[in-house]
């Protein structure tokens, strides 16, 4: 089945061309960014399927560049009130390439390569738009398992597409990759998966990029870094998370582990009677999860507090004693960054997690967190049940934690870094162009 986005009917490029003098009058984007006062500024068009609150709001911290972000929906995470008038939604391929010609920006962030086929229109889009304005482009990418065990055992009605499907998806990713002016690998698989397409080396940055870190003011041990809330917000009570409360914040999902850490609740409340369980977060397990911790005997201890807002998650991981995000790889999938490790590091509250794909990357064994091996009950509840009885070794975690995240996960100084970056694209792009 075709992608909904991809239906481009009989419109081809030139069609595109010549419907933009048809769209001029009463569209939603002005044939160009306005330009504030003072020294201009280069225009970036930021290309996502799904707009997120993590991902968007950090781009406030943006200086050099006019940011637009063209999205095709929006996560519940995120107000329509939230959304200014250089947030764009667009409805299909055609529409997108449209509205990108007649932004004419100096610069496109387009869409991750091996994110398919969610964000082909965005590659697509991205190829034929930088073409056509004569304009670079870059991306950044997370996938961190190889294609050709990502996009294996891929079926449709009993027919094994993978032996055509994988040729294809690697052909797109190389040319697309190879034409990138940059390319931000958040990961070590990620930077890996492009190094085997054939992309030079020196067009590949390990700056953090779209998950950008956090704001390390709100997210932090003080208590007095509260956001703006509304008047309901405020009069809703905190939970009382007690001196052994667990948080997990994600969604309830068979890959987030869920299952095996409620076995390891079982075991950590034999020795630490008090402990419970806190759940921040929606998914389709929820139902089973409630029945697996009454089979435990432990429904008493969980407690579901359902979605609450990125910005208002900092008093959640304050109170609790420990983090706990026991995620677990398949075969398609396996964690690449592990944004609830770094918020609950930047607030001082120690992490556990597992090592699933790229968490020891971002949370130090020993050092900043405790890490333990996947859908391992037993190693879990043993970390859990150290971190409640040995204050010494919770404190310089803590400490360790909020250093780390300072140094390494401030969203503004991980933005203006990339900001660096991009304008020194820009600079040498304008330099070789003068030169010639």
């Not at 009570?237 to 001196?243: H, I, K, R, S, V």
């Not at 300072?406 to 933005?415: P, Q, S, T, V």
Request: with cysteine; aromatic share 8%.
């Amino acid at each position: 089945m075709t992608h909904p986005l991809l239906r481009l009917s009989s419109l081809s490029v030139n069609c595109v061309s010549e419907s933009l003098n048809e769209h001029h009058k009463g569209a939603d984007v002005p044939m160009s960014a306005p330009v504030p006062e003072g020294r201009e500024p280069a225009i970036l068009a930021i290309l996502t399927t799904v707009l997120r609150a993590d991902f968007h709001k950090p781009l406030r911290h943006f200086r050099d560049f006019s940011i637009w972000h063209f999205h095709h929906r929006s996560a519940p995470d995120i107000a329509p009130a939230e959304l200014g008038p250089q947030v764009i939604r667009f409805r299909n391929l055609p529409d997108l390439i449209i509205k990108i010609l007649r932004l004419k920006p100096h610069l496109i962030q387009g869409g991750e390569p091996y994110d398919f086929p969610a964000q082909l229109p965005l590659i697509v889009a991205t190829l034929i738009t930088s073409w056509l304005l004569r304009i670079p482009y870059y991306f950044p990418t997370f996938e961190n398992i190889p294609p050709e065990i990502k996009f294996s055992h891929i079926r449709r009605l009993k027919i094994n597409l993978s032996p055509c499907l994988i040729p294809f998806i690697k052909w797109l990713a190389r040319i697309y990759s190879r034409r990138a002016a940059l390319i931000f690998a958040v990961n070590q698989g990620a930077e890996k998966n492009m190094l085997e397409l054939g992309v030079p080396e020196n067009r590949i940055s390990r700056l953090l990029y779209a998950t950008w870190g956090v704001d390390t003011e709100l997210f932090s041990p003080d208590e007095k870094a509260q956001p703006e809330r509304s008047a309901q917000e405020q009069k809703a009570a905190l939970p009382d998370m007690g001196a052994n409360g667990i948080l997990f914040v994600g969604r309830l999902i068979k890959e987030k582990g869920l299952l095996t850490l409620l076995d390891a609740l079982a075991m950590v409340k034999k020795q630490v009677p008090d402990a419970r369980l806190f759940i921040i977060g929606y998914g389709p397990l929820e139902r089973e999860i409630h029945d697996y911790a009454s089979r435990l005997g432990i429904a008493d201890a969980v407690k579901f507090l359902g979605t609450i807002a990125n910005d208002l998650l900092p008093p959640y991981f304050r109170r609790a004693r420990v983090t706990v995000t026991p995620s677990i790889t398949t075969r398609r999938w396996a964690e690449q960054v592990g944004m609830v490790n770094i918020q609950s590091m930047a607030c001082g509250t120690p992490v556990i997690s597992t090592t699933s794909g790229s968490i020891p990357e971002f949370v130090i064994d020993g050092e900043t967190g405790i890490l333990v091996p996947e859908n391992d009950p037993q190693a879990l509840a043993k970390a859990i049940t150290r971190l409640f009885t040995d204050y010494r070794l919770w404190r310089t975690l803590s400490a360790n934690a909020r250093s780390y995240a300072l140094k390494n996960y401030d969203a503004r100084e991980n933005i203006r870094r990339v900001e660096q970056l991009l304008k020194a694209l820009l600079l040498k792009r304008k330099q070789h162009a003068t030169a010639h």
